[in-house]
């Protein structure tokens, strides 16, 4: 029996549910995007020749990736902008 039925069977005998899931496409696709523009826009542009250099440009990629370029969910604002909009919106009186 392969490993992952045994460790099945086992949490089965503890009284533990489990749920499968799926490995489709559907599932994976938002994943493979992100790595793929991680790897394409900052993994592959740099040489790291430390951790702790590594941890600094992909702190710094990471914030500009989440907070920088303009998203079409948000009406072609980046989530700051958005952000703000919003609160305004909510607080007209302090326009």
């Known amino acids: ?16 549910p489990t749920r499968s899931i799926s490995a ?17 826009e900052c993994l592959n542009e740099h040489l790291f020749p430390t951790l ?12 500009d990736y989440n907070h920088h370029p303009p998203h079409s969910s948000l009406d072609g604002l980046t989530p ?4 703000q909009r919003s609160e305004e919106d909510q607080n007209p009186e302090q326009s």
């Open 1 to 16: 029996m392969p490993i992952q039925g045994s460790v099945l069977n086992s949490v089965a005998e503890v009284g533990n």
């Open 80 to 83: 700051r902008e958005y952000h």
């Open 24 to 40: 489709g496409a559907a599932q994976k696709g938002p994943v493979e995007s992100f790595n793929g523009r991680l790897r394409d």
């Open 52 to 63: 702790r250099h590594a941890r600094h440009l992909i702190a710094e990629w990471r914030d």
